[in-house]
């Protein structure tokens, strides 16, 4: 494992590198050396599953002032799912620093979503130990709280329904979705939707499916009405 590298790359440097090589071991390399004194990772996975919910739950808490109890606990979960995890270790490139067993290497466990899901949860753990909760708001702040704030879990909420309510309950407006524009190559489509109240464009949302496009276009709209 290259931990310069990794260090380098996130822009933080561990005062435990055994910590941190830690929170990329896997179990099955751990049996594979039982000579010598490594440690997986699932001890740090449940400290960090426990440190990330607390950090996204008060990021939303903070943000997220409309929503209630059930649409927050429905948002959290949507972002500390294995998905959403999987995604931030990929984009991290998490996989390339994982330790892994022989067996486990072999079919494919460098890509396996759960486990690229657990060493994301793993250095959380690490990394709150190494550095401290501020710091893991800082990393949070970097990689984990711009996706909440440009939509990429709005799939978790129903905001159509919402918009629906909003304006039956202000207005006697009808409301239709109109996809406006297609963008990208078939296996990568961006769909733009945009949202008509009463025959004017009230908002306009992009996603990778009509349904998120959509979901995207009423959120922009009951953002702009209830402010």
């Known amino acids: 494992m290259n931990i310069s590298k990794l260090e380098k790359q996130l822009g933080i440097t561990f005062n435990d590198h055994a910590l941190l090589r830690q929170a990329f071991t896997h179990s099955s390399y751990v049996n594979e050396h039982r000579n010598e004194s490594f440690s997986d990772n699932e001890r740090l996975e449940f400290l960090g599953d426990a440190v990330l919910e607390l950090g996204v739950s008060q990021y939303l808490y903070r943000q997220k002032e409309r929503l209630a109890e059930g649409d927050l606990t429905k948002l959290r979960a949507s972002i500390v799912c294995e998905s959403s995890l999987e995604a931030f270790a990929r984009e991290l490139n998490f996989g390339e620093y994982l330790l892994l067993g022989r067996g486990e290497e072999q079919t494919g466990g460098r890509e396996r979503p759960a486990l690229l899901a657990d060493v994301f949860e793993a250095f959380l753990g690490a990394l709150y130990l190494d550095q401290g909760y501020d ?20 799939h978790a909420m129903d905001y159509k329904s919402k918009l629906q309510e909003f304006v039956q309950k202000h207005r006697d407006h009808s409301i239709d ?6 963008k990208g190559p078939s296996h990568d489509k961006e769909f733009v939707a945009q949202v008509v ?27 702009t009405l209830e402010d």
């Open 135 to 154: 710091v893991v708001i800082q990393f949070l702040k970097k990689y984990v709280y711009p996706k909440i704030t440009t939509g990429a879990f709005s």
């Open 177 to 182: 979705y109109v996809i406006a524009d297609e």
């Open 197 to 223: 109240i009463n025959g004017n464009v009230s908002g306009k949302g992009i996603g990778h499916t009509k349904k998120e496009a959509e979901q995207r276009a009423a959120k922009y709209a009951l953002d």
